[in-house]
């Protein structure tokens, strides 16, 4: 199973709290689905969550190149050198970014932010689409914010052929993965298994089990890649 939702502005990609903010809980009462990927607390849009092991592995792996489509409303009208730079990569702190598709569009057709976005009125707003393959931390504000166009508000159209379209916020859908999507499933989970040393052999990992000055043996955390707990109904 595949859950589209649009997650709403200031609500965190997760079901347990923290600190009192909106989680998923308030909007997803289905049991045992759980986020593939996130997406910024200060973010709108789409965000996939399943009940596949697997599958919520593969699409949060680095790794996975299904491409994701933000809307972005920055501060500024945006000029072509600056749409040529994001579409050439610029320089982060934590490298360079990838080529990305970027266009200027006009004000999409969606629903209203609340709280909404701060406007000064002798300062103008514009809106682009951009495409990335990549998911560097906050990636595309600071893509924006280094070719002086600071992101005002980004919301998430879509992750390869899955859009946020007819969805309004809070809202959700369950559909299939798609053929594509279930051969990239077991693609990864067979790379996954050649990497993974055969029971026969030592590998490095087991070293973690040599007893401690304590007398106790450290089997390391079994849970790591399993999803945290999480509340099931709705809040």
């Keep these: 199973m595949l859950l589209l939702l649009n997650k709403p502005f200031q609500v965190l990609s997760q079901f347990t709290s923290d600190g009192g903010k909106d989680t998923l809980a308030r909007y997803v ?10 997406l910024d607390y200060d973010s709108e849009g789409l965000l996939l969550l399943t009940d596949q092991g697997p599958l919520q592995h593969l699409i949060a792996s680095p790794k996975f190149k299904m491409p994701k489509t933000y809307w972005v409303q920055v501060e500024g009208d ?12 610029v320089e982060l702190k934590d ?67 899955y859009s ?46 040599q007893s401690l000055s304590n007398g106790h043996r450290d089997s390391g955390r079994r849970d790591r890649h399993q999803p945290a707990s999480r509340s099931r109904g709705k809040r």
């Design 29 to 38: 009462d289905i049991p045992a689905v759980y986020p593939a990927g996130r």
């Design 78 to 89: 945006i000029n072509d050198d600056a749409i040529k730079a994001l579409q050439a990569g």
């Design 95 to 161: 490298g360079m970014t990838k080529p990305a598709e970027c266009r200027k569009i006009a004000s999409p057709n969606i629903w209203e932010r609340v709280p909404p976005i701060r406007e000064r009125a002798n300062i103008p707003t514009s809106w682009i689409e951009l495409k990335i393959t990549e998911g560097k931390n906050r990636q595309v504000r600071r893509m924006t914010a280094h070719v002086g166009f600071p992101t005002l508000r980004l919301i998430r159209a879509a992750i390869g052929p």
């Design 164 to 209: 946020v379209e007819n969805l309004t916020p809070g809202q959700y859908l369950i559909t299939e993965p798609t053929t594509e999507l279930d051969e990239q499933v077991t693609q990864f989970e067979r790379e996954k298994a050649r990497k993974t040393p055969s029971p026969n052999r030592r590998s490095p990992s087991s070293r973690s089990t």
